[in-house]
């Protein structure tokens, strides 16, 4: 087709509110984020974390109320990441085992609170629990094995679940251990759990600020290079997805979010599953900077960019706006 002017005025549409609301691609709404939450240890503790401005820690004994806000704004599942105090830390992590570790009760207060009318989203990784700050375990020369690894992740998948959560997200970026937390969970009598795999997580310089929030952030040792992704890759990512579905992933997530949309609209394109974007700490620290700083609104800056996820074809998106790109979204 050719399009001419004066017969064709592409400004035709968008020249009242109306017009323009019919014409619109995409549509936002809170059902399509998912909100992080942290966890910490004490009671009535709310801790702001000084690098993520707007955001805290909260005490499990408080993350009930949060759940509640939640459900109350529309928001139909929370993310739970825990901040291990140091001297529940291991080389071997084995605090993720701990059926009355801070993930889990997290969970069951969760639960308490809101049954389910709220979906809970755990993390599967060895990072807040290990004193090296990696996400798997170790072997003698500082090199993250994986198949050692996967069996820890697969038992901290299953605490987790026993607790009450919904989904499983793995982020530890080992190869096969989503086929093996599936096999365990059917196993199980789990048949219903979820996982949500981070399918395509990229070794970012965007995670500076969620590594202080959950305490692993000076305790790292080294780089995570050898089993996230190279940030220059991008048909390799979809090789991790096809693999992840095949193991049994219900959904792929492609982290960090916005300097990575190219991908995530490759990964809808070619396999058009679920799939969720995660707009990382250090991306919401940039907006609030700015904010800061005076060279935006926020409210603008926080629609904009969500919308640009739904537009690359995320299925949703997991952010640290969420609470409030939800009360903008409802009015």
Request: overall charge negative; proline content about 5%; aromatic content about 6%.
């Given at each position: 087709m050719t399009a001419s002017y004066p017969n064709t005025r592409l400004r035709r549409t968008r020249a009242t509110g109306w017009s323009r609301s019919m014409h619109r691609e995409n549509i936002l709404t809170p059902s399509d984020l998912i909100w992080p939450l942290f966890?910490?240890?004490?009671?009535?503790?709310?801790?702001?974390?000084?690098t993520l401005p707007g955001v805290s820690r909260w005490s499990v004994d408080r993350i009930g109320e949060r759940a509640k806000e939640a459900v109350s704004l529309g928001i139909p599942v929370i993310a739970i990441f825990p901040n291990t105090p140091a001297d529940k830390r291991s080389e071997g992590g084995e605090e993720a085992h701990n059926p009355d570790n801070l993930t889990c009760r997290a969970i069951k207060a969760v639960k308490d609170a809101c049954g389910d009318d709220l979906g809970i989203l755990t993390d599967v990784a060895l990072d807040p629990y290990t004193t090296h700050g990696q996400d798997g375990l170790l072997d003698a020369n500082g090199y993250v094995t994986n198949d050692d690894s996967v069996a820890m992740l697969v038992d901290q998948a299953l605490n987790q679940v026993e607790a009450g959560c919904d989904i499983i997200g793995p982020s530890d970026m080992m190869d096969g251990r989503v086929h093996a937390i599936r096999m365990a969970l059917e196993m199980g009598g789990h048949h219903n759990t979820q996982i949500m795999s981070y399918a395509a997580k990229y070794a970012s310089a965007f995670y500076g600020p969620f590594r202080d929030a959950v305490g692993s952030g000076g305790a790292l040792k080294g780089d995570k290079k050898t089993y996230q992704m190279d940030p220059a890759n991008g048909?390799?990512?979809?090789?991790?997805?096809?693999?992840?579905?095949?193991?049994?992933?219900?959904?792929?997530?492609?982290?960090?979010?916005?300097?990575?949309?190219?991908?995530?609209?490759?990964?809808?394109?070619?396999?058009?599953?679920?799939?969720?974007?995660?707009?990382?700490?250090?991306?919401?620290a940039m907006i609030e900077a700015a904010v800061a700083a005076g060279a935006?609104?926020?409210?603008?800056?926080?629609?904009?960019?969500?919308?640009a996820f739904k537009r690359a074809g995320a299925s949703g998106v997991l952010t640290y706006h969420a609470a409030h790109a939800a009360r903008l979204l409802n009015g």
């Amino acid at each position: 087709m050719t399009a001419s002017y004066p017969n064709t005025r592409l400004r035709r549409t968008r020249a009242t509110g109306w017009s323009r609301s019919m014409h619109r691609e995409n549509i936002l709404t809170p059902s399509d984020l998912i909100w992080p939450l942290f966890v910490t240890s004490g009671k009535g503790v709310e801790d702001p974390i000084a690098t993520l401005p707007g955001v805290s820690r909260w005490s499990v004994d408080r993350i009930g109320e949060r759940a509640k806000e939640a459900v109350s704004l529309g928001i139909p599942v929370i993310a739970i990441f825990p901040n291990t105090p140091a001297d529940k830390r291991s080389e071997g992590g084995e605090e993720a085992h701990n059926p009355d570790n801070l993930t889990c009760r997290a969970i069951k207060a969760v639960k308490d609170a809101c049954g389910d009318d709220l979906g809970i989203l755990t993390d599967v990784a060895l990072d807040p629990y290990t004193t090296h700050g990696q996400d798997g375990l170790l072997d003698a020369n500082g090199y993250v094995t994986n198949d050692d690894s996967v069996a820890m992740l697969v038992d901290q998948a299953l605490n987790q679940v026993e607790a009450g959560c919904d989904i499983i997200g793995p982020s530890d970026m080992m190869d096969g251990r989503v086929h093996a937390i599936r096999m365990a969970l059917e196993m199980g009598g789990h048949h219903n759990t979820q996982i949500m795999s981070y399918a395509a997580k990229y070794a970012s310089a965007f995670y500076g600020p969620f590594r202080d929030a959950v305490g692993s952030g000076g305790a790292l040792k080294g780089d995570k290079k050898t089993y996230q992704m190279d940030p220059a890759n991008g048909d390799e990512a979809l090789r991790e997805v096809e693999m992840d579905l095949a193991e049994g992933a219900d959904s792929v997530m492609v982290k960090p979010g916005l300097a990575y949309l190219d991908i995530v609209r490759r990964v809808h394109e070619r396999f058009a599953v679920p799939t969720f974007a995660y707009q990382v700490s250090g991306e919401y620290a940039m907006i609030e900077a700015a904010v800061a700083a005076g060279a935006g609104d926020r409210d603008a800056l926080v629609l904009e960019t969500l919308m640009a996820f739904k537009r690359a074809g995320a299925s949703g998106v997991l952010t640290y706006h969420a609470a409030h790109a939800a009360r903008l979204l409802n009015g």
